[in-house]
């Protein structure tokens, strides 16, 4: 018999399950959203900053179709996967009718910042409203910066939306809840951004429905996704030999 659950205690991580509908009053929530990986999920054990940082995240999301499935075959547990991409595109329909909102960007590179802002403006934003931080490189084992702290107090943002890579991103988020001086919705969804600004790889609807997002980014990505891909399989091991507690 299939279980069907609200949430899901792995290896004290906290998973959310919502359905789509529920989500439309998730999103006007603050906190730390997280949408872990497979490979990231994979690395809990090796990478202490990242796995405290999702223990200690208010919304963890199953965005790994990998992990979803290892749920289903190894623990019988059937979840709803709700991924970076789903949650973002239900979020900018969300701002094409809160055009007052404020958005603070950090990003990977400058030509990355200036198609987010595009996009971002696209959907009615004013441009006082959208700030763009070029992120340094961050050692997750040792993160801090004043810099870009002082800058979103100042700023003061509705939305943090952080588009660096995994594993890295989720302890920058973590570390600005800590210690932000105010609330605001801190979202970790990566390279996520780029399907919509097609700065990667052209995921859309179908593809995500399918879970074939690793197969058309693998395409676009040869030299490092497949890697990733490879490493993920670590996570097998974790799902099969973990103790899931339910809360239905």
């Given at each position: 018999?299939?279980i069907k659950?609200?949430k899901?205690?792995?290896?004290?991580?906290t998973?959310s399950?919502?359905?789509?509908?529920?989500?439309i009053?998730?999103?006007?929530?603050?906190?730390?959203?997280v949408?872990?990986?497979?490979?990231?999920?994979?690395?809990?054990?090796?990478?202490?900053?990242?796995?405290?940082?999702?223990?200690?995240?208010?919304?963890?999301?199953?965005d790994?179709?990998?992990?979803?499935?290892?749920?289903?075959?190894?623990?019988?547990?059937?979840?709803?996967?709700?991924?970076?991409?789903?949650?973002?595109?239900?979020?900018?329909?969300?701002?094409?009718?809160?055009?007052?909102?404020?958005?603070?960007?950090?990003?990977?590179s400058?030509?990355?910042?200036?198609?987010?802002?595009?996009?971002?403006?696209?959907?009615?934003?004013?441009?006082n409203?959208?700030?763009n931080?070029?992120?340094?490189?961050?050692?997750?084992?040792?993160?801090?910066?004043?810099?870009?702290?002082?800058?979103?107090?100042?700023?003061?943002?509705?939305?943090?939306?952080?588009n660096?890579?995994?594993?890295?991103q989720?302890?920058?988020?973590?570390?600005?809840?800590?210690n932000?001086?105010?609330?605001?919705?801190?979202?970790?969804?990566?390279a996520?951004?780029?399907?919509?600004?097609?700065?990667?790889?052209?995921?859309?609807?179908?593809?995500d429905?399918?879970?074939?997002?690793?197969?058309?980014?693998?395409?676009?990505?040869?030299?490092?996704?497949?890697?990733?891909?490879?490493?993920?399989?670590?996570?097998?091991?974790?799902?099969?030999?973990?103790?899931?507690?339910i809360?239905?």
């Amino acid at each position: 018999m299939t279980i069907k659950i609200n949430k899901l205690i792995f290896e004290k991580i906290t998973f959310s399950n919502f359905h789509h509908n529920e989500m439309i009053k998730i999103i006007q929530n603050n906190g730390l959203f997280v949408f872990p990986s497979a490979p990231g999920l994979a690395s809990i054990y090796s990478k202490k900053t990242y796995y405290e940082s999702l223990k200690n995240a208010d919304l963890v999301f199953f965005d790994s179709s990998f992990f979803v499935l290892l749920l289903k075959f190894f623990k019988n547990i059937s979840v709803i996967r709700f991924s970076g991409f789903k949650f973002l595109k239900l979020y900018f329909d969300y701002l094409k009718k809160n055009k007052n909102s404020k958005i603070f960007f950090i990003d990977p590179s400058k030509i990355k910042s200036i198609n987010n802002s595009k996009f971002i403006k696209k959907l009615g934003l004013k441009k006082n409203n959208i700030l763009n931080f070029i992120a340094p490189f961050y050692d997750p084992n040792n993160l801090k910066d004043k810099n870009l702290l002082s800058q979103i107090n100042k700023f003061k943002p509705n939305i943090i939306l952080i588009n660096i890579g995994g594993g890295t991103q989720e302890v920058l988020g973590n570390y600005l809840k800590n210690n932000l001086k105010f609330s605001c919705k801190i979202i970790c969804t990566g390279a996520a951004i780029s399907f919509f600004t097609k700065d990667q790889a052209p995921i859309n609807d179908l593809i995500d429905k399918l879970y074939l997002g690793w197969f058309v980014r693998s395409i676009f990505d040869p030299f490092s996704f497949p890697r990733r891909l490879i490493y993920a399989l670590k996570l097998i091991k974790i799902v099969k030999n973990s103790n899931c507690k339910i809360i239905k």
